[in-house]
């Protein structure tokens, strides 16, 4: 036989033995591995155990059913307050009204007044995302007495109260950019700058949505009557 060729031959024994063992070890390593998986699943169950059984997240986890509770409570004594909906008071209520809550925002109106109408669905849409505020309106037309005790010369006008004290208004669309068209949102940033609401920490996507959502309503629902003072 040729030495090379005698050569070759061995040299390929020998690559395909080192190649058999290679698999070999591959193949070791992977049946380690399996057996190694439900060891380590079942010390993770292990773990997961003894987390919820750690008095302190069971603490924590009690203390926040108990602020939910205490939360929602409150919210329904405000409700039983006349929080959370837009409503219409006579002016023999107002004063009751506006001192029976902490904080309360009253919108001085006009049935017919075009401006009174974008007020009123901006504020509506605001007074479910503030219960801790107080939201109410009053026809300036049947309130002479309190019209003429607070000075409301300009409708729509609205009075912002504290224990039943009026600490600020707005005054027509003065303070909003003097056009129909701003936002809800530019209100709502305007009544948390005065303190009469709180602010609500929205995700930045969620309030351009909102944003545009209410702009569009107000544009599409409110008539397009022109007012008079």
């Known amino acids: ?67 939910l509770k205490r939360e929602a409570e409150k919210r329904e004594a405000l409700k039983r307050q006349g929080h959370g909906e837009y409503r219409e008071v006579s002016e023999g209520d107002f004063l009751g009204e506006v001192t ?21 669905k901006h504020l509506k849409s605001l007074t479910s995302m503030h219960v801790d505020t107080k939201f109410i309106k009053l026809d300036a037309e049947n309130a002479p007495f309190f019209v003429t005790k607070l000075g409301v010369k300009t409708l729509p006008c609205v009075i912002l109260f504290r224990k039943g004290i009026a600490v600020d208004r707005l005054v027509g669309f003065q303070d909003l950019g003097g056009k129909d068209d701003f936002s809800t949102k530019k209100l709502e940033n305007l009544l948390i700058k005065k303190g009469i609401i709180s602010e609500k920490k929205k995700d930045p996507d969620e309030e351009e949505e909102y944003d545009e959502k209410r702009r569009r309503t107000v544009r599409t629902s409110v008539n397009s009557d022109s007012d008079s003072e």
């Open 1 to 67: 036989m040729d030495p090379d060729s005698v050569k070759s031959t061995l040299s390929n024994l020998a690559f395909g033995n080192v190649m058999a063992a290679a698999a070999r070890d591959y193949q070791k390593e992977l049946l380690n591995q399996g057996k190694a998986q439900p060891s380590s699943c079942v010390n993770q169950e292990v773990d997961l155990d003894e987390l919820m059984d750690d008095p302190e997240l069971e603490k924590l986890h009690a203390d926040r059913i108990a602020a």
């Open 100 to 120: 029976g809550s902490e904080k309360v925002i009253c919108h001085f109106f006009h049935h017919d007044f075009y401006r009174c109408k974008i007020m009123d």
